[in-house]
């Protein structure tokens, strides 16, 4: 989230600091010191101030599933300011979760209007456009505008939502070249290896798909409805019966009205990839 932290200091200094003493000619040693004055916010700094503090109260009950909240709060802040870049990215996220896509393509393209060069909006519109939209070509470039900042705290997010769009190109090599990199620069970023399994089953490489999985399944605590449909699919390639029985009971005990289970039941696998890693608004 956006964090402003406001740190008071007030410091008593000597008269050739501050310039406010006032000695008693009697009594050399009895002084008075007057605190600096600290400036007040001008009105425009308040009013940056509040869209800042409300867009982080949007964010907040985003996270918390209350999305009714999420919507009212950050549609109220950019009624108020819709200069900031960031609080339309949060609108974007909310209505993207919604499944409210043309109001998301409204709310990026917006961010990007105020802030083009902005790492965090053009990583996540990327993301919008190959794992949500299915046009993984459309988004290279966006990710490529993210690497290149180099005040991007976390390419390595790009990095990985990049490998992922040319897994479902088919450049498989390509793929693996870019999950490599953001491997190289966070070596613990986990979700690296659950994509890198699922480009190898794209890829019919059963092994070693089987191999990253299990890998990733030692790293994370408890398996998430994508995770558990992606090993009942890599499962079924193996002809293991019992472990895809397995994944696809977890999914009906922990996520009963998942898509992820509908998708067992209906035989519709066409959205191979899940959800990557974006930038959590900050």
């Not at 499944?99 to 998301?104: G, M, Q």
């Not at 005990?253 to 066409?270: M, Q, V």
Request: with cysteine; glycine share 4%; aromatic share 10%.
């Amino acid at each position: 989230m956006l964090n402003n932290k406001w740190l008071i200091l007030f410091t008593l200094s000597g008269c050739l600091m501050l310039g406010g003493c006032v000695a008693d000619k009697k009594n050399s040693s009895s002084s008075t010191y007057e605190p600096a004055k600290l400036r007040g916010q001008t009105k425009k700094e308040q009013r940056e101030e509040a869209t800042r503090i409300k867009t982080e109260l949007a964010v907040a009950y985003m996270t918390s599933g209350n999305y009714r909240l999420a919507t009212k709060t950050i549609d109220e802040t950019l009624k108020e300011n819709d200069k900031y870049d960031l609080a339309w990215l949060v609108r974007a996220q909310i209505y993207q979760h919604l499944k409210v896509y043309d109001k998301a393509e409204e709310s990026f393209q917006r961010a990007l209007k105020l802030n083009p060069a902005g790492a965090e909006i053009n990583n996540n519109y990327g993301w919008f456009l190959c794992g949500v939209m299915n046009r993984p070509n459309d988004a290279i470039a966006y990710f490529n505008k993210a690497i290149a900042d180099p005040t991007y705290p976390t390419p390595e997010v790009a990095y990985l939502n990049k490998g992922i769009c040319h897994a479902k190109m088919q450049q498989f090599n390509l793929a693996d070249e870019y999950f490599e990199r953001a491997l190289r620069m966070n070596e613990q970023f986990i979700p690296v290896f659950k994509e890198r399994a699922r480009a190898f089953l794209l890829a019919d490489n059963i092994k070693e798909a089987d191999r990253l999985f299990r890998q990733y399944q030692s790293m994370v605590d408890r398996l998430n409805a994508d995770d558990l449909l992606l090993g009942w699919k890599i499962a079924k390639h193996q002809g293991l019966t019992q472990a895809a029985s397995e994944y696809q009971a977890q999914l009906l005990t922990h996520y009963p009205y998942s898509d992820e289970l509908k998708a067992i039941k209906s035989g519709d696998f066409d959205g191979e990839f899940g959800n990557a890693p974006t930038d959590e608004t900050e």
